[in-house]
């Protein structure tokens, strides 16, 4: 991954930008056994968790907030890529890092600094990114994008899983890898299984959210691994 300069120690820990990973988002799992769930993807060899945090107002969902992180943080060494779906990331952002958040994804959306909220996060120690809804043009991003850690690019309207891909919106990831060339991770989200992953890799991204397509399989493992699969 890119060696940004205000995040020098790098404590992503997500692999290098281009080798693709696939990302399982645990708002499709059983939220009454979080722990269990996520140590069944760690079991199947996934480097992260996705974890989604909806406020009701940003979107018309509410998942959970930094209490919960903290708590899961105990039972997982895995990279918590947290996606916020928030309107006030700059006071809740912090608070998932504290938590034990190591990525954080706020979206462009729901701010007007975010150059600065990059800088803030990393000064707390993670990772950091822009996300961009499926309405909003990649021109919105251009300027702060080569300060991101990884840019989250939605192909589904946030706030629900299980929604199909929006294979359009997906176009905008081709555009995208030009401004920010091979080592900032491209991370897309919303209705990614074996049969659109293809599709947003040849575009260029490398980091597959997946959430209907790994847990609402019996066998996660498997579910993995055919996504693994459909880009080799
Ligand atoms: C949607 C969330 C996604 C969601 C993706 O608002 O940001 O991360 O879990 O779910 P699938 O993979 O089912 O489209
Ligand atoms: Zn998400």
Redesign the pocket.
Known sequence: MKNNPTNPEKKLLLPPAGTVEVVP?I??ADFAKLANEIAEVEAAGVKAV?L?I?DGHF?PNITFGPPIVKKLRKYSSLVFDT?L?ISDPETYGPQFIEAGSNHISFHIEATDQPGKLIETFHSLGATAGVTINPETPIQAIEEIACLCDMILV?T????????SFMADTAKKIIRLREIVGPDIRIEV?????ANTAPIVVSYGADTL?????VFSKPDREVAINAIKNSIK
Not at 156 to 163: L, N
Not at 209 to 213: E, Q
């Open positions: 988002s708002l499709s996705h989604d909806m979107v996606h779906m939605m589904v309207h946030p706030g629900f899983g299980g929604q989200d919303g209705g990614i299984d959210v997946a959430g209907n397509a």
